[in-house]
């Protein structure tokens, strides 16, 4: 199971190796595709209304609440049960390197602010190795439901890696 490491205090970071492509790995960052296949966390519906993976390139997206847990969970901190999260690519380096910068403006009460996600990716025979780091939020309790989002994100990425492994075996 992923865990968030704690070493940083300004970012957590989680580190994966996959034995897959580092072109499989890209795109599941990169294209619709690709991050409708993983980027919900548990008991989200997650929808791409906008991708342009490039240096300063947009994406708009729409995070639903659909399970039980994470309704109750923003309820309690009384914040929509539907998020439209935008932001850009702040810097590409083909199969090595994302920056991405999210506009966090949907939060109740909150002033808007940047928040950032970098990925890397280091290629290492037939594996790879990715290191996502992100930024902490102002807020102790929006940094814990990024661990629990990011974490349960990491999970299903690690599925998708390999379901789009799956899908390239011969048969």
Known sequence: MPQASQLGESTLRFERVYDASIEDVWALWTTKEGLE???A???MHFEVLALEPRVGGAFDHVLT??????VAYLENLDMSLTARVSGQFVEMVHHRRLRIRFDMDFVPGVE????DMIVELHAEGERVRMVLTADRHPDPEMTRGAII???SQVQRFDLAVAARA???QPT
């Not at 808007?112 to 928040?115: A, G, M, Q």
């Open 166 to 168: 799956a899908k390239e």
């Open 149 to 151: 989002g990011l974490t």
């Open 41 to 43: 966390p548990e008991g």
């Open 37 to 39: 296949a993983w980027y």
């Open 65 to 70: 609440a659909v399970g039980a847990e994470q």
């Open 112 to 115: 808007p602010y940047p928040y």
